[in-house]
């Protein structure tokens, strides 16, 4: 079965230094998602593309966060300066459409010293 | 404030009981998800209700949607230690241009 990859599975990084998460969704997955879980609770949502655009990012720290699907296939979220409370797991999802249940990729583990 | 409650937060049972776990909200969804989260890994989906009295088997798992499409229950029968993991609903808000609603979760771990 198709799979959402995501790399690295882990990360160490340095309060103020930079960081970045790469997601390839299920191939023809339109939808792309980036959340942010704290460990015991519900994923909360950063930002939703929808091919290349992105159509929700409300929630996104825009002042050290960014997130591009360029090609409208992978994606990449970055974090500069990283802080201590970004330390978190963050997942990506792919849906063949807005409508459509959510594939999750097994996420990346970040811990901000 | 959280617009989908789920309850119990945490809930550690012996193998072979019956649980129930609950999310509810006071506000009307198009449908309901269901995930089951183990550690270290992303959610996996379970089931999807949309229709208001739906219940849906998975096995030992029954899923049933409010008549109002406010709240939504999971029913595991003969809980099994593989039950373990974090149980979450994700609820897509009628008319809020299909924006997923997540539940902080209810963990559950089935003692052997």
């Known amino acids: 079965e198709a799979e959402v990859a995501q790399s690295p599975r882990y990360k160490i990084t340095e309060k103020s230094q930079a960081v970045a998460f790469w997601c390839d969704p299920i191939s023809g997955h339109a939808t792309l998602y980036w959340y942010r879980q704290i460990l015991g609770q519900g994923p909360e949502l950063l930002v939703q593309f929808q091919d290349e655009s992105v159509v929700d990012d409300s929630q996104l720290p825009k002042d050290r966060f960014s997130a591009e699907r360029l090609k409208g296939v992978d994606s990449t979220l970055k974090i500069q300066p990283a802080e201590l409370g970004d330390s978190a797991m963050y997942l990506c999802?792919?849906?063949?459409?807005?409508?459509?249940?959510?594939?999750f990729g097994n996420g990346t583990r970040l811990t901000v010293t | 404030t959280q617009l989908l409650e789920q309850s119990p937060q945490f809930l550690s049972i012996q193998e072979g009981e019956n649980l129930t776990v609950y999310c509810n909200s006071s506000?009307?969804?198009?449908?309901l998800q269901w995930y089951r989260q183990e550690p270290g890994e992303g959610p996996v989906l379970l089931v999807t209700v949309v229709t208001g009295g739906e219940v849906k088997k998975l096995k030992r798992l029954t899923f049933q949607f409010g008549d109002a499409r406010k709240d939504s229950s999971l029913h595991i029968t003969a809980a099994q230690p593989g039950d373990t993991g974090l149980y979450l609903c994700?609820?897509?808000?009628?008319?809020?241009?299909?924006?997923?609603?997540w539940g902080a979760g209810t963990k559950l771990i089935i003692k052997p």
């Open positions: 506000s009307v969804f198009s449908s």
């Open positions: 994700a609820g897509d808000l009628l008319d809020s241009n299909y924006q997923l609603i």
């Open positions: 999802a792919s849906s063949l459409s807005s409508l459509s249940p959510l594939h």
